[in-house]
């Protein structure tokens, strides 16, 4: 999800769901004690919310979960999923689940120095490491280390030949495999990620899993989280419509130009809010063509609302 659940992002889906643990993009140790910027700065308004690090040197990753922790992060994640070039120069991400005992000594670092919950997002396997049995030795070893929470995509990742897209699409992908993982490890808090599209297949899975970690498909049909609170975690909690949750973000949107923002930062993350409604079309085309120009108001997503409803009569008609 890098350059996707940015701060902006966050901001949105919060509006939608009081209740969803929220991930930031993968953010490598490097940049956070050499880079310029602030890596881990967030709108308080994100709670709960969770870092996602990506790194495999115990100290440094020590030194951001530390720093995760004095920010007011409630989780800190280890990623070993990522299959990417960068990421493997990098030894960090999907590689790391041929070297579990490097994990885990990540792992006791972070733990070491942290009261928050440090937790592994990993996949079923790499390459030609994918039987169930190194699964589960990848899972005991990092949990000697402390951990009890794992976030499982449902795929194995090709760390050669297969391009991050690919990775997400071509392995196929074995949710029995994670049901099993729970069943033979019941004490685990296990929750599962990949092709996750809709509210009903998170009801199915968390019949057998404690939990659903969803990323494409909150990205690009972000309304599917106003069903989250009351349909998964049984609250009764107002909620709002899409048009109600545009007014809600407008002055954060205002805010963030009055500090010299742009607007295309924020649109480019509602694009998916009317997705397969009358008019989204003219929704999106607005956003798009108007958004990113110099001097470019909080009015284009007002103006894009109005466009929207013009061509949603049309086609009624």
Not at 268 to 286: C, K, M, N
Request: charged share 25%; aromatic share 8%; hydrophobic share 40%.
């Amino acid at each position: 999800m890098l350059d996707w659940t940015d701060r902006h992002y966050r901001f949105f889906a919060r509006l939608m769901s009081r209740e969803t643990l929220l991930y930031t993009e993968m953010v490598t140790t490097g940049a956070i004690l050499h880079g310029k910027g602030d890596y881990l700065s967030y709108n308080g308004e994100e709670h709960p919310l969770a870092l996602q690090l990506g790194g495999s040197n115990p100290a440094d990753l020590a030194a951001c979960a530390k720093k995760a922790q004095e920010y007011g992060y409630d989780e800190v994640n280890l990623n070993v999923g990522c299959p990417s070039d960068r990421v493997q120069n990098g030894k960090f991400g999907a590689c790391l689940m041929a070297e579990a005992s490097l994990v885990a000594q990540c792992v006791d670092a972070m733990r070491q120095v942290v009261d928050i919950p440090v937790t592994v997002k990993t996949r079923i396997g790499i390459d030609e490491l994918d039987s169930y049995g190194f699964l589960t030795s990848f899972v005991e070893t990092v949990e000697a280390a402390g951990c009890d929470t794992f976030i499982v995509h449902a795929r194995k990742a090709w760390l050669q030949g297969l391009s991050p897209k690919e990775n997400r699409e071509i392995p196929l992908l074995d949710y029995p495999r994670v049901y099993q993982l729970k069943h033979d490890y019941p004490h685990l808090h296990i929750s599962i990620n990949g092709g996750v599209t809709s509210i009903e297949q998170a009801k199915d899975h968390l019949k057998h899993l404690d939990g659903v970690m969803v990323g494409r498909e909150a990205y690009q049909q972000p309304y599917i989280l106003s069903r989250v609170d009351n349909e998964l975690c049984e609250h009764q909690l107002p909620v709002l419509s899409r048009e109600e949750v545009i007014e809600k973000l407008i002055p954060y949107i205002e805010k963030h130009l009055a500090d010299g923002g742009r607007l295309n930062h924020i649109t480019r993350h509602i694009i998916g809010l009317y997705q397969g409604l009358p008019g989204s079309r003219a929704w999106r085309r607005h956003l798009s063509e108007n958004a990113h120009k110099s001097g470019a108001t909080a009015q284009v997503v007002l103006d894009a609302l109005g466009k929207m409803a013009q061509q949603a009569v049309v086609q009624a008609e």
